[in-house]
């Protein structure tokens, strides 16, 4: 069999260029194709993994914030807390402190109230005692008591110290006003006379006298000339016990002891 060349090299020509035109028209664009396809995927992938990459980053961002929030929230609950505790401490002390102050001072008008009703029970039963001691004695005295009255009355006049002596002197010295002499009953008329004969002696004057008679002296006998007092009296005991009482009466001020 004989070999046609031409046609041989005909159809090999043609399948050359067939093979040109599908390399050029199919194949090429194909692998192209593949290759902007295979390029996309990549990039969608990596756009994915970034996408992933920055979810996780936001999402341990989220979790460190959460976790800060609740740590902040947590310490603002312990200090809030705390303080309310101190707060609760501090009012309860205050409550403690004004209730004892409160009682204090309840104790302290407890113990007044009381303090000042007995002293005014003692007031009136000393008010009492002595109005009955007064009256008692006016009734008791009697002509014997009232002599020895003026006799004692007499006697202190002559026993006056100098500086009594004195004071009586500078009193009377420019005023010549009577002594007055006054006495729970009339005086004698001999006693009158050595009252002022004791008078006279103690001013080295003769000076004159005015006798009065007051009966609440009760036995007693006084003496004035001037603003200057003389006087000796059963009352006047009486007074001066009485004016003694308050004194002793007084508590004692126990001493303060300070606490370190």
Same mark, same amino acid.
């Given at each position: ?36 396809? @295979? ?32 740590? @902040? ?9 705390? @303080?309310? @505790? ?13 209730? !004892? ?31 009955? !001691? ?127």
């Amino acid at each position: 069999m004989k070999i046609d060349w031409f046609t041989v090299i005909a159809q090999m020509v043609n399948f050359i260029v067939l093979v040109g035109l599908l390399w050029h028209f199919l194949y090429k664009p194909i692998l192209r194709a593949i290759d902007e396809r @295979e390029k996309k995927i990549a990039a969608e992938l990596a756009d994915a993994a970034a996408k992933k990459a920055e979810a996780a980053k936001e999402q341990e961002d989220f979790k460190q914030k959460n976790e800060k929030f609740d740590q @902040e929230k947590k310490d603002l609950m312990t200090k809030a807390e705390a @303080e309310a @505790e101190a707060e609760h401490q501090k009012l309860l002390e205050s409550a403690r402190t004004d209730a !004892t102050a409160l009682k204090t001072k309840l104790d302290e008008a407890q113990k007044e109230a009381q303090d000042t009703l007995n002293h005014q029970i003692m007031q009136k039963t000393r008010n009492e005692v002595f109005a009955i !001691t007064r009256k008692a004695l006016a009734d008791l005295a009697s002509v014997s008591l009232e002599e020895q009255s003026g006799n004692m009355f007499i006697k202190r006049l002559n026993e006056l110290s100098e500086d009594e002596k004195k004071k009586f002197r500078d009193a009377f010295q420019g005023n010549k006003n009577p002594v007055i002499v006054r006495s729970a009953f009339d005086l004698p008329a001999k006693q009158q006379a050595e009252i002022k004969d004791a008078v006279n002696k103690i001013l080295s004057a003769d000076t004159p006298f005015q006798y009065k008679t007051a009966p609440e002296l009760i036995s007693g006998i006084e003496l004035t000339a001037n603003g200057y007092k003389l006087a000796w009296s059963i009352s006047e005991y009486i007074n001066a016990l009485e004016k003694s009482l308050p004194e002793i009466e007084k508590p004692k001020t126990e001493p303060v002891v300070q606490k370190a």
